[in-house]
Each structure stands twice: as C-alpha cells, then as structure tokens.
C-alpha cells in the first residue's frame, strides 16, 4: 500500500521500518533544536509531517520500547489516533515519566505509527446480548493477574 504523506518542511524525515518485519514505522523529531521533557512534563514534538491516511484505516502512535523502557518517555495519551480525515500534523505529545530530565535530539526517533484498518459500525440499542462463558465478568474474572 501507497501512502501520501507532506513534508512541512524540508527538515522532516520520513518514517522508516527498523527491519523487514517490523509493524511500527518510526517518527522523527523535527525541532529547530534539541529539547529537554523535564520530570514528570509533556512536551508536544514536531515531525512536520502531515500524511492522507486512507479511508476505513487509522494512524496509531505508540511508544517506542527503547524510550519507553531506558528512558521513561512515552506518549502521553499512550496510544494517539490520526483519524482518515486528519491532514494537519503528526506531533507527538510525549511524556517524561521519570525523575531526570530528558534531551530529545533533532532527527531522534520519538514514536512508531502504524496505519492499520480501522471499522466504522452503527451502535444499535439492545437489551438482549448474547450470552458467553465469560458474560459479565471484568477486570481479573479469570482468576489470572
């Protein structure tokens, strides 16, 4: 699959796959110079990209495990949504979880976006669902944690 993507400005890098395999392709900071997420802070990161995701599909913005785990940073909302319809920029609202402050470098990779299908449905008012083996049970109804 194609996708159109716009550079904002000619310094904004195009995500790339880590590898072949890889589901997430990753974002890159595009600041005018590097920025410091101090403790515990939310600083929203320009890629100055804007993409034409196709209908009936998602943009889905997710950690990157390396940030998240040796660096604590991550998206503030965990997981963003770029709906079909968006065409203004991707910018990443990313959290400092720890108690350092954190640098983010021009070019570094701040999230991973993955474009996947995405279904509408109409909501329909019933009172008869139709029974499981599971039914009601919620968090830690099967007993495992």
Known sequence: MKLKIKKLKPTAKLPTYGTVYAAGADLYADEENDLIIMPHS???????LAMEIPEGYVGLIYARSGLATKRHLAPANK????????????????????????????????????????????????????ETERDAGGFGSTGKI
């Open 42 to 48: 939310t600083n929203l990161i320009h890629t100055s």
């Open 79 to 130: 997981v963003g949504v770029i709906d079909s319809d968006y065409r203004g920029e991707i910018m990443v609202a990313l959290h400092n979880h720890s108690n350092e402050p954190q640098k983010i470098e021009k070019n570094e990779r701040i999230a991973q976006i993955i474009i996947t299908p995405c279904l509408h449905v109409d909501f329909i008012v019933d009172d008869n669902l139709t």
